[in-house]
């Protein structure tokens, strides 16, 4: 890896750091990386149009969020690799776990607003919200009794957040931290999904294998899907077709077509150990992504396309954590040991 500049992304507060990096020549390793000073515990691509040229990216170490943009040479010429520009730290009481942003997140308006919200070990949600100047407030959720596992915003407006735990509970808070819908599950609650397209109905997984769709007006469970199997580790609802559902459970990956089954349309195995991520691509619905279970000394990160038996891309990375797709390439991120780590697919 060529680096470009000599400033790295770190911990304190920083207005505006901006890093360049290059591809590094391994085919199996990372299309690029960017160095951070502590392990990367969560991270997180914006999903949501922030007005700006270059996309929102978060990702959460052990006291602390940092917000920045990423420019990737596939959008911008100019660019040689990426380019990451830190916009804010934000220090975090704990060790982050989970980390959602918010659709209301701007950088095209003044005040500028940046919003998303975390968990922690402490079964707390913080709401934090900043105008990257001089206002920063973090709010904080108390209601769950274990640990959180996944968060998510209602996608439209942002008013809305919901979260899942080990405490069997689906929780959706306002921003004014109340509490106003709990869903109780028969396992723990893994995964939470929330489409543009159908604003009133909340996808929740569970780690015994089952996932629910929920109405969010009658509060009343509509459809569920059925693994077969467990455990459920992580599950995603794709966004460029409502129809489809994916999930991770033992050490395969599974897929349904919700209109025709409550059981997987296609499972194929993806890790040796057992799995911990899903993810859709944001820009194709026939491209996904798996990862090992965080953890382990090596962790693979495997994409797959649903026309093709075998993963289209295979690659190996440190004991990697989270897993995000950019919002307009089909490019996917993991955390790690003080890097970030991004992978382009050709396809």
Request: net charge negative.
């Amino acid at each position: 890896m060529v680096v470009k500049s000599n400033q790295r992304v770190n911990t304190p507060d920083i207005n505006s750091t901006k890093n360049t990096f290059s591809m590094e020549d391994s085919g199996r390793g990372a299309s690029y990386t960017v160095p951070c000073d502590d392990y990367v515990h969560v991270v997180e691509f914006s999903p949501f149009d922030s007005g700006s040229a270059a996309s929102l990216l978060a990702y959460g170490g052990n006291q602390y969020v940092v917000v920045g943009t990423c420019r990737f040479q596939e959008e911008d010429m100019e660019v040689e690799g990426v380019e990451f520009t830190t916009l804010r730290v934000f220090h975090h009481a704990l060790r982050v776990d989970c980390l959602a942003w918010s659709p209301e997140s701007r950088l095209d308006k003044l005040p500028q607003l940046i919003r998303f919200c975390t968990a922690a070990a402490d079964r707390k949600v913080r709401l934090l919200t900043s105008d990257l100047q001089n206002q920063h407030e973090v709010k904080v959720m108390e209601g769950h009794t274990s640990y959180i596992n996944h968060l998510v915003f209602e996608p439209t407006e942002g008013k809305q957040m919901a979260s899942v735990s080990d405490d069997h509970t689906c929780r959706v808070w306002d921003l004014e931290g109340n509490e106003t819908t709990t869903f109780r599950l028969r396992s723990p609650g893994v995964s939470v999904c929330w489409h543009p397209e159908d604003a009133f109905k909340l996808m929740v997984a569970e780690k015994k294998g089952t996932i629910r769709f929920y109405d969010l007006v009658t509060q009343q469970a509509i459809l569920s899907l059925d693994c077969g199997q467990s455990p459920l580790m992580s599950a995603d609802w794709c966004l460029t077709n409502t129809i489809k559902v994916g999930a991770v459970t033992g050490s395969d990956w599974v897929i349904w077509d919700i209109t025709r089954s409550s059981y997987p349309q296609e499972k194929r195995p993806a890790h040796v150990e057992r799995a911990g991520n899903f993810r859709w691509s944001r820009v194709n619905e026939n491209l996904f992504s798996t990862t090992g279970c965080p953890g382990k000394i090596s962790s693979q990160l495997l994409v797959h396309h649903l026309g093709h038996p075998q993963p289209v891309m295979i690659g190996s990375a440190t004991v990697g954590a989270g897993l995000s797709w950019h919002r307009s390439l089909p490019l996917c991120v993991i955390g790690g040991d003080r890097k970030l780590s991004f992978w382009m697919t050709e396809m």
